[in-house]
């Protein structure tokens, strides 16, 4: 082998090296956390299940994702919305609209409180917006609900949240909103997190005014006193 066979291999040996060292990277957080979103997802339809919820899984939810290619999901939030419909058909929330293509959430609950898994990648349901009042909710306890930022700016959080859609005009019925509390704190179980990382769409964009129409500040109360509950 020349000296400059042996430069090539010897760079080719350290490129695999670091590939692998990347890749290893960014499946594991640093004290071994996976953050596959597909593994957090499977754990949060386990969760609902033990708690008597049956989660209506939508084929296909493992790859779906928004269509913009090397955007990936890596949540530290979830960001709850309002249908703004009494009904909606799940294939609307999958599929998406003429003008908005889907995913449009992760999560879909319908008007009599089924819950539905859609995706496990980003979806394409907050656009820009919110991203100081997003950073407050992650960073520790805000018991009110929060005012939205006058201007949205370039920051979206749409790969940086699990997202649900539910079913509402106004404000959600109860057996959406009970189901909902369950979903958002199952969510919470199974990443984790200790205080209450939800954040209403009103509260990141002044786009969407009743978004949801119910108090952030008590949606965010009761998922603590589910998560309390269930120890
Ligand atoms: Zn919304």
């Known amino acids: 082998m020349s000296g400059t066979r042996k430069g090539w291999a010897l760079a080719a040996s350290i490129g695999t090296v670091l590939a692998i060292v990347v890749a290893a990277f960014l499946i594991l957080k640093p004290g071994g956390k996976?953050?596959?979103?597909?593994?957090?997802?499977?754990?949060?339809?386990?969760?609902?299940?033990e708690h008597?919820?049956?989660?209506?899984?939508?084929?296909g939810w493992e790859e779906r994702q928004g269509s913009s290619a090397g955007i990936r999901l890596e949540p530290e939030g979830v960001v709850v919305h309002h249908t703004g419909s009494?009904?909606?058909?799940?294939?609307?929330?999958?599929?998406?609209?003429?003008?908005?293509?889907?995913?449009?959430?992760?999560w879909f609950v319908d008007k009599s409180g089924k819950v539905f898994l859609i995706a496990s990648?980003?979806?394409?349901?907050?656009?820009?917006?919110g991203k100081d009042a997003f950073a407050q909710i992650v960073g520790g306890q805000v018991d009110h609900e929060l005012a939205a930022a006058a201007t949205d700016g370039?920051?979206?959080?749409?790969?940086?949240?699990w997202s649900v859609e539910a079913d509402g005009r106004g404000k959600w019925p109860k057996k959406t909103r009970a189901a909902l509390v369950k979903l958002v704190a199952a969510i919470?179980?199974?990443e984790g997190w200790k205080h209450a990382r939800v954040i209403g769409h009103k509260e990141l964009t002044r786009r969407k005014p009743a978004d949801p129409a119910?108090?952030?500040?008590?949606?965010?109360?009761?998922?603590?006193?589910?998560?309390k509950k269930w120890g």
Request: hydrophobic fraction near 35%; glycine fraction near 8%.
């Open 34 to 49: 996976t953050v596959d979103p597909a593994v957090t997802a499977r754990r949060t339809v386990e969760i609902l299940a």
């Open 52 to 59: 008597g919820i049956e989660v209506s899984q939508v084929e």
């Open 86 to 106: 009494a009904s909606t058909d799940p294939a609307l929330v999958t599929e998406g609209r003429n003008d908005l293509p889907g995913p449009l959430a992760n």
């Open 121 to 129: 990648g980003y979806s394409n349901n907050a656009g820009y917006g």
């Open 154 to 161: 370039d920051w979206s959080a749409n790969s940086h949240a």
């Open 188 to 190: 919470h179980q199974a």
């Open 214 to 227: 119910d108090d952030m500040g008590k949606f965010r109360k009761d998922v603590l006193k589910t998560l």
